[in-house]
């Protein structure tokens, strides 16, 4: 949000024939990240002047000066991040250079509300899948995205008012139109601080004391498995997915896979093809699905390596069973064990940013 006002304030002093270096731009994002502080927890401020210093000699003659509005900071924050949407909106792509900068794998959409209203529909799809379980709105017919009953708000950007009412007003809005009663705001704690409390508070309950709370992965999540089948022109070998970690599996715990042995390829360039389901539910570790619709598996960001043949010859298939854990971090961890030997494969997957 900061880069964003930077970005306005930058494109300002550009149309002034001001032009900043990338040293300055980092200054720029600081100086708006104080000055949208001080307007959105004042009401009374309409202004705040940013200061960018002078990378040369002339430290006081080449510094530059403007201003940010609170026009501004409402459009670019309040309308770009928090826009007004219906809930059956969904957040946009867009197409993506094939050449990108490693680093996390961040939204292309910045509107966090069509976000919010993405999460809810997948959690009400998810909550109709369950036996005998509908999300039933006021009105007739099921709910089209699962209706919230409190909210607890996170994260620094929300000691705004302006932006805590914003989302507010829009999820009650959508409550509403279902005929939904509206959500209850829970009282937190301090906002800058709630993220090293948990930590803190995590790390004393793993030490035996206090209470712990399991949460365990929002998916179930599956490996490819390719089928073995003569080649065929124009037809690439079916893939069967296992269940490696079902839903809510938590953190810290370990699943053994059913003993059959799948074959794994070492010693060339392969492909783990990843898939996460948030509506199958029930399957457990080791369910294999030999058909499944798009609508129930969501392939996930494969991961290309290349294992170590431990003396083989490259491209040979070796027998193993596979089992899986999830780490203390949210990583899913998966072990080909092969048959003989004491070597053993690994490839662990972060089900939290969904990444190698």
């Keep these: 949000m900061d880069l964003a006002l930077a ?18 731009l980092q200054a720029l994002t600081h100086g708006c990240r104080a000055a949208k502080e ?14 960018v210093p002078s990378r ?7 510094t530059l000066r403007t201003e940010l509005t609170r026009g501004e900071v409402t459009q670019t924050l309040v309308e770009g991040f928090f826009p007004e949407v219906d809930v059956s909106v969904r957040p946009a792509g867009r197409a993506r250079t094939a050449l990108t900068r490693l680093g996390l794998p961040y939204a292309q959409d910045p509107g966090i509300t069509r976000h919010l209203a ?45 932006l805590a009412e914003r989302t507010l007003a829009i999820l009650n809005g959508w409550l509403e139109a279902e005929s939904a009663p509206p959500v209850r705001l829970l009282e937190g704690t301090d906002l800058d601080l709630a993220v090293a409390r948990g930590a803190a508070y995590y790390g004393y309950a793993r030490r035996g004391q206090g209470v712990r709370i399991r949460g365990g992965t929002a998916k179930a999540y599956y490996i490819g ?46 492909r783990f093809r990843f898939f996460g389901s948030s509506v199958r539910r029930k399957d457990q570790a080791g369910t294999l699905l030999e058909e499944w619709s798009p609508t129930e598996l969501e392939e996930i960001e494969p991961i290309e390596a290349s294992l170590s043949a ?22 899913l961890r998966l072990e080909a064990v092969p048959r003989t030997g004491n070597e053993t494969w690994k490839v662990e997957f972060d089900v939290r940013g969904e990444g190698a």
């Design 38 to 51: 001080s307007m959105l927890t004042d009401p009374s401020i309409d202004a705040m002047p940013v200061v």
């Design 225 to 270: 498995i390719e089928s073995a089948m003569p080649a065929v022109p124009g037809m690439e070998p079916p893939i069967e997915a296992v269940c490696v970690a079902p839903f809510g599996m938590e953190e810290g715990t370990e699943a053994e896979l059913p003993p059959e042995e799948v074959g794994l390829v070492v010693g060339e360039l392969v």
């Design 310 to 331: 431990e003396g083989r010859s490259p491209g040979e298939v070796v027998p193993v069973r596979l089992r899986a854990a999830v780490t203390e971090v949210g990583t």
């Design 56 to 62: 040369g000699s002339n430290l006081i003659g080449g």
């Design 118 to 162: 993405a999460f809810l529909g997948r959690q009400a799809r998810a909550m109709e899948n369950l036996a005998g379980f509908r999300t039933e709105s006021g009105s007739e017919g099921p709910a089209s995205f699962l209706h919230p009953t409190a909210v607890l708000f996170n994260g620094g950007v929300f000691k705004a008012p302006a």
């Design 7 to 24: 970005h306005v304030v930058r494109n300002k002093l550009a149309a002034e024939g001001k032009t900043l270096d990338l040293w300055q």
